[in-house]
Every structure is written in structure tokens, then in C-alpha cells.
């Protein structure tokens, strides 16, 4: 059975919302991060919390893949192996990384007392492409990976060394960083970068040629965009009519 304590924070969750079963997610992500997975009773008690049936809850755990239905180990490795990742090194990353830590996809390391196990997965993107190739541990990001950083990662962690995502706080372990997905945050929030000069580099173009959003009336519908908007469009537009042309005299040639 679940500790008593869980199953209050369970019932905590579900009374976020006002149809309680919309609390369902971060009830699982909850289960997980006491159980490990996402186990038969934690199934039912969340089942019983929601009045739904077991198979509802079911076919949620098994349809989303951040939801595990096996133990998963000290920390979570997931890497992208999606085009852009893959073409830029995440197929020799995750190929280095099994045959470092002598596991499959989805397996977790047996590791000798005092050290931590590490479950490795490859991921189908880590919406993250302006990074490439990038590497997830526990849902942080690591960006721009090679085999050898990946190593370095996986060993720092199973020596139970300090690791920092690039573009977050210092990684937790895997039961720790489903308790703050539950909704339970652990004060890290704001702790380390965020957004990149990569994917902020359209903000920046943005505001060096002064374009600014679509303006919007009180009932919030867009209204008359702004000249610098305009402008932006004609320049489109004629940059398209030049390509245009350029192409049919490559072609007339």
C-alpha cells in the first residue's frame, strides 16, 4: 500500500482542479516518485481518489512515455535520437552510452553499493534542435553532447558527483525531479540559465529591426498591425520575389 502521506498529497492534488480527474498527470508523476514506477497500487488508489475506473488510469500510464511501468534507476538519461540529433552525433552518443554503461534501451545499470544506477533511454526529441545534440537527465537539459561529455556525465553521476544542467539548476535525482512535476516544487525554479543565446537569437533579431507582435483591443482580438509589422511582411515578400526570380534564371540557363 502507499504511505498515508502520499495518499494525502494525492487527494491534495486531485483538489487542484475543478473536475478533480484533470489531476491525473502529476498524480502519477507523484506515484512515481515514491514507488519508483508507476505500480498496480498506485493505480488504484488514484483510480479511487478520481471515481474512474483502473483501466482509465491504466491507459493513461501506458500511453504517455514519462510514466514507467519497471523501476527506473537514480537518474534518468534520455537521448535524442530524432533527426537533427541524430545526424549530429545523438545515434553515436546513445551507441557509446550502451556500450559504456552495458545496457539496452530502457535498462538500468546494476551498480555496486555506493554507487547510483542510471536508466538509459533513447528519446524521440527533446525539443531542443538549436541545441543538437542534446542529452536529458531527468528532463534537464545537457546541450550540445559528444560521446566523451556523455560519459563524463553518466560517471560524474554515478559517483554521485555534482552535475549542472546547461540550461537549468544541479540535477536531482529521478525521484526527486517526479516530485517536483507532481507539483511539489523544490526551490530551484530559478536556479542556473534558462532560455540560450540559440533559441533567443529571433527575439534579438526581432528587436534589432524594431518588429514588434500583432497589437490587440480589450477583448483580446488582434487589431491593425503595427507599420514596423508591416514592414516586416513587404520585406518578406520581396526577399520571396527575388528567390523567385533567381531561380527561374538558374533555371532559363
Keep these: 500500500m502507499l504511505p498515508e502521506t502520499t ?25 512515481q516518485s515514491v514507488e519508483g514506477r508507476v505500480t ?72 555496486a553499493p555506493g554507487k547510483k544506477s542510471i536508466t538509459l533511454e533513447h528519446l524521440e526529441c527533446n525539443a531542443a534542435c538549436d541545441y543538437a545534440p542534446v542529452m536529458m537527465v531527468n528532463w534537464e537539459f545537457m546541450d550540445n553532447q559528444t560521446p566523451d561529455s556523455a560519459v563524463t556525465v553518466v560517471d560524474d553521476l554515478r559517483a554521485g558527483k555534482e552535475v549542472t544542467s546547461t540550461r537549468g539548476p544541479r540535477i536531482c535525482t529521478w525521484r526527486e525531479a517526479e516530485r517536483v512535476l507532481a507539483g511539489f516544487p523544490d526551490g530551484r525554479v530559478d536556479e542556473g540559465p534558462a532560455a540560450g543565446e540559440a533559441s533567443l ?11 514588434t507582435a500583432p497589437s490587440a483591443d480589450a477583448s483580446g482580438e488582434t487589431g491593425t498591425e503595427p507599420t514596423t509589422a508591416e514592414g516586416a511582411a513587404e520585406e518578406a515578400d520581396t526577399a520571396r520575389a527575388e528567390t523567385e526570380t533567381k531561380q527561374q534564371e538558374a533555371a532559363d540557363e
Design 40 to 111: 498496480p497500487e498506485g493505480i488504484e488508489t488514484c483510480a479511487e481518489i478520481l471515481e474512474i475506473s483502473p483501466a482509465e488510469v491504466s491507459g493513461v500510464a501506458t500511453f504517455y512515455t514519462m510514466y514507467k511501468r519497471k523501476p527506473v534507476g537514480d537518474y534518468h538519461v534520455g537521448v535524442c535520437t530524432n533527426t537533427l540529433c541524430a545526424v549530429m552525433g545523438g545515434d553515436e552518443i546513445f551507441a557509446r552510452l550502451k556500450d559504456h554503461l552495458d545496457v539496452g534501451n530502457d535498462e538500468t545499470t546494476e551498480e
Design 7 to 31: 495518499v494525502a498529497e494525492l487527494e491534495q492534488i486531485a483538489a487542484r482542479y475543478p473536475e478533480k480527474r484533470s489531476g491525473l498527470l502529476p498524480m502519477l508523476h507523484l506515484v
Design 201 to 211: 537569437l529571433g527575439l534579438r533579431i526581432a528587436e534589432d529591426r524594431g518588429w
